[in-house]
């Protein structure tokens, strides 16, 4: 499931994701390997930039995202 969003700020385990309507915590554990990467490359605070982001679909149903 693919998801448009911007990173609001990000800890070890879960990031904090904001696509305009929604902003909640997800598991990086639920992100698309390539996306959790991504999250290591920018500040704890995020970087600003709305992003596509991969996640499991029933993380991004459970969070409101769909």
């Known amino acids: ?4 969003a911007t990173v609001r ?3 070890k385990l879960a990031v904090l994701l904001d696509d305009g309507e929604i902003e ?3 598991p990086r554990s639920c992100l698309h390997g ?3 990467l991504y999250l290591d ?3 704890i605070s995020g970087d600003g930039e ?3 982001f991969r996640m ?3 993380q991004a149903h459970l969070k409101g995202f769909i």
């Open 1 to 4: 499931m693919e998801i448009t």
């Open 9 to 11: 700020a990000k800890t």
């Open 24 to 26: 909640d915590w997800v």
């Open 34 to 36: 390539g996306d959790d």
């Open 41 to 43: 490359k920018i500040p």
């Open 50 to 52: 709305e992003r596509v």
């Open 56 to 58: 499991r679909r029933w």
